[in-house]
């Protein structure tokens, strides 16, 4: 939900720290802050983006520092809540992705004890907690303060008496980047790789001591080592290319992401615990529930697998599947929900499988095996070609486990996204974005093609959409139909066809006007669509994409058009790492 970033070495860490914050602004971006270590500690925080705020923050002195981009969870956002926080003398600074669920507690401990705190957030807590314990060695203090957290953190801390940093992990993503005599601290690899594609990455409970020269890590009172891993993703990946927006730039990657993701998910590299299940239990959130269940429809159509599909954060509720396959999919690989889900069905001698597109993520390392998309870095709040990459991966399952029953189409697939990105949607946008709702409508796996879309238009352009199942429309929301609510209605020639040529007109008959998404060439759906959107005649399996990447388009240009900021909507952030 935040992001933070620490440097120590021999440049000005304040111009590093500040571009790697920038770097993470999708994980949250309604303050930020950084501090650097001197005699005096030199913090400098506000309220707003980075980009219109970090002057003044970029004069401060110091070869090591920290800073953070946050998404609030305790406190509003403004220039006293957001981090770094500081001790009582000021010689302590901590930042901290995640939640302290005891913190009340620590508070009113800590106040007893004479200690004035300054903030609304939980974050404070963990600056007074080291000065508790601080008396001259900063990594004893950090390590004598943590057993008293309780929740889930990622914490840098700086003491203006060492040139030091002390990074924690537990239940909260943090990796190392390893230069030469410079080391990086960061939510992940994405603000690194400009310096270093050397990683290493924390294991829940290592606490890690940097300096300039070297990093040692603990866990518990042992030294212990973990693996540096090469990364392969480029930092011309992480930049916009030359497109006006990251996400225009990530919906034109797509042909390349589904590619990469195909060819790396065969029968040869799939985890031999997939086996052979009688059925597939599937944990997803937002997007990746979506795709989840786009794969429900097209497995068991394909091969009569029953799945069953929850949001993860519902899969506590819910009796857990008695051993069988638990399929966990998120794209950063730290969504809170689905690693909780996935341990979950674990303690019920689940074999689970992690999809995700973060090498290192903490799902890879609590589910018994994983799947990678090769999607690259993916820097827009809203999911695009990780989603196109997670179908790639859910759809080469299906084929794997259904023999081959998608043939060679998904060799292609990358060939029929490219069709569809230059489509003309100028009238569309025209009509979509005068609405205050937009309804969308589908049948079959175009059902949930249809609440993707509808995600994606209310995620970035702010207009309220749903998407339905088409046969439900009549019952109840036929109410909420007028001339200003326009309907999106995805019509495929297949057995639902008919039925959908019926729902269309019944929508039209009260007053809404409606897009359809259609087969090109069909002359029937070109009569009575006011706006029709002609799509390539193909496998059902690239139906679905190339639908999926015409809404994606629907929503960007519609969202342009009303002067919103697509790569950072309002109030959301990529990767939710609190529960």
Known sequence: MCGIVGYIGRRKAAPIVIEGLKKLEYRGYDSFGIATQGKKIGICKHEGKISENSGSALN?????????????????????????????????????????????????????????????????????????????????AVSDAV???????????????????????????????????????????TPVLEHTERAVFLED?????????????????????????????????TKKGGFPHYMLKEIYEQPQAFYNSVRACTKETLPAIIGKPSS????????????????????????????????????KYFPPPVSGLVIGITQSG?????????????????????????????VSRISDATVYMRA????????????????????????????????????????????????????????????????????????????????????ISYIHAEGYAAGELKHGPFALLTPET??????????????MISNIKEMMARGAPVIVLGPEGDKELIDIADIFIPLPKSHKFLQVLTSLVVLQLLAYHTAVALGRDVDKPRNLAKSVTVE
């Open 486 to 499: 326009p309907v999106v209605a995805i019509c495929m020639p297949d057995d639902t066809y008919g039925v």
């Open 205 to 237: 409970g290592d606490i890690a001591d940097l300096s300039r020269e070297k990093v040692t890590i603990y866990h518990g009172k042992e030294v212990v080592e973990r693996p540096m891993e090469l990364i392969d993703w480029s930092i011309e990946d």
């Open 60 to 140: 401060l002195k110091g070869t090591t520092g920290i800073g953070h981009t946050r998404w609030a969870t305790h406190g509003v956002p403004n220039d006293v809540n957001a981090h770094p926080h500081t001790d009582c003398t000021n010689r302590i600074a901590v930042v901290h992705n995640g939640i302290i669920e005891n913190y009340a507690e620590l508070k009113r401990q800590l106040i007893s004890k004479g200690h004035t705190f300054r903030s609304e957030t939980d974050t404070e807590v963990i600056a007074h907690l080291i000065e508790e314990q601080y008396k001259g060695d900063l990594l004893s």
């Open 280 to 315: 597939v239990t599937l944990v997803a959130c937002g997007s990746s529930y979506n795709a989840g269940l786009i794969f429900k429809y097209l497995l068991e159509e394909s091969c009569g697998i029953p799945a069953r599909l929850e949001y993860a954060s519902e899969f």
């Open 376 to 459: 690259g870095p993916e820097i827009s709040v809203a999911a695009t070609k990780s989603f196109t990459a997670q179908l790639a991966v859910l759809m080469q399952l299906i084929n794997c486990l259904c023999e081959d029953r998608a043939g060679d189409f998904l060799l292609h697939g990358h060939r029929a996204i490219e069709e569809v990105l230059l489509k003309d949607l100028t009238a569309a946008v025209a009509l979509c974005r005068k609405a205050a709702s937009i309804f969308y409508v589908g049948r079959g796996p175009f059902y949930p093609v249809s609440l993707e879309g509808a995600l994606k238009m209310k995620e």
């Open 334 to 362: 730290e969504t809170a929900d689905t690693i909780s889900a996935l341990k979950q069905a674990k303690t019920h001698n689940c074999r689970t499988l992690a999809i995700t597109n973060v090498l290192g993520s903490s």
């Open 147 to 189: 057993p008293y957290l309780k929740g889930s953190f990622a914490i840098l801390a700086i003491s203006s008496e060492e040139n030091r940093i002390v990074a924690v992990r537990y239940a909260s993503p943090l990796v190392l980047g390893i230069g030469d005599n410079e080391l990086f601290a960061a939510s992940d690899m």
